[in-house]
T-cell receptor, first 113, second 114 residues
Framework: GAGVSQSPSNKVTEKGKDVELRCDPI?????LYWYRQSLGQGLEFLIY????????KSGLPSDRFSAERTGGSVSTLTIQRTQQEDSAVYLC???????????FGPGTRLTVL | AQSVTQPDIHITVSEGASLELRCNYS??????LFWYVQSPGQGLQLLLK??????LVQGIKGFEAEFKRSQSSFNLRKPSVHWSDAAEYFC????????????FGGGTRLMVKP
């Protein structure tokens, strides 16, 4: 079946611009995660959605970062006023409710010039 | 808070040789432990996981890992490495009942010599 998909695969933007990154989880998966992979920080958790519950935003690095999940499916990660340190690969993962295994998408490589 | 350490940033082995990648974790209870592999330009693929029970777990592609509570370790092993195993390997710990978000180690990049 289809895995987790993310778009765009690559995004180049100028410092100060806003960007939106999209994640389509595996159908039926109730949990959705965003992670960031950067040279300096490695792989780090950003935000977690579970069903209709309020998201766990404890990993967001600043208030420039936000995310939403519409209809319990597609999620969008928004970064406002991008900075060069936001350059990274943003990974999305989803998980069904009955297991603890997360399935990762291919990521979006964000480059802020 | 939990943490994961992968002491080896880079490892180079000859094709056909055995492999062991080290992973140490810090967590107050029994953790959920995972090994993921990332090939260049690809997302993370799950190799294996440990939740409970038998401390030696088998995964895909001929990999296995052993959970040792006394050493807080979850080392990944493979008896004979293939050139296609060249990739970056990440150990991770998940926290049950806290959303299961993963805390990753820094990764080990494996290179395979012909």
């Amino acid at each position: 079946g289809a895995g987790v998909s993310q778009s765009p695969s690559n995004k180049v933007t100028e410092k100060g611009k806003d960007v939106e990154l999209r994640c389509d989880p595996i159908s039926g998966h109730t949990a959705l995660y965003w992670y960031r992979q950067s040279l300096g920080q490695g792989l780090e958790f950003l935000i977690y959605f579970q069903g209709n519950s309020a998201p766990d935003k404890s990993g967001l690095p600043s208030d420039r970062f936000s995310a939403e999940r519409t209809g319990g499916s597609v999620s969008t990660l928004t970064i406002q006023r991008t900075q060069q340190e936001d350059s990274a690969v943003y990974l999305c993962a989803s998980k069904p409710g009955y297991t603890d295994t997360q399935y990762f998408g291919p990521g979006t490589r964000l480059t802020v010039l | 808070a939990q943490s994961v350490t992968q002491p080896d940033i880079h490892i180079t082995v000859s094709e056909g040789a055995s492999l062991e990648l080290r992973c140490n974790y810090s967590y107050g209870a029994t953790p959920y432990l995972f090994w993921y592999v990332q090939s260049p330009g690809q997302g993370l693929q799950l190799l294996l996981k440990y939740f409970s029970g038998d401390t030696l777990v088998q995964g895909i592609k001929g990999f296995e890992a052993e959970f040792k509570r006394s050493q807080s370790s979850f080392n990944l092993r493979k008896p004979s490495v293939h050139w296609s195993d060249a990739a970056e390997y990440f150990c991770a710990v998940g926290v049950y009942n806290a959303g299961n978000m993963l805390t990753f180690g820094g990764g080990t990049r494996l290179m395979v010599k012909p």
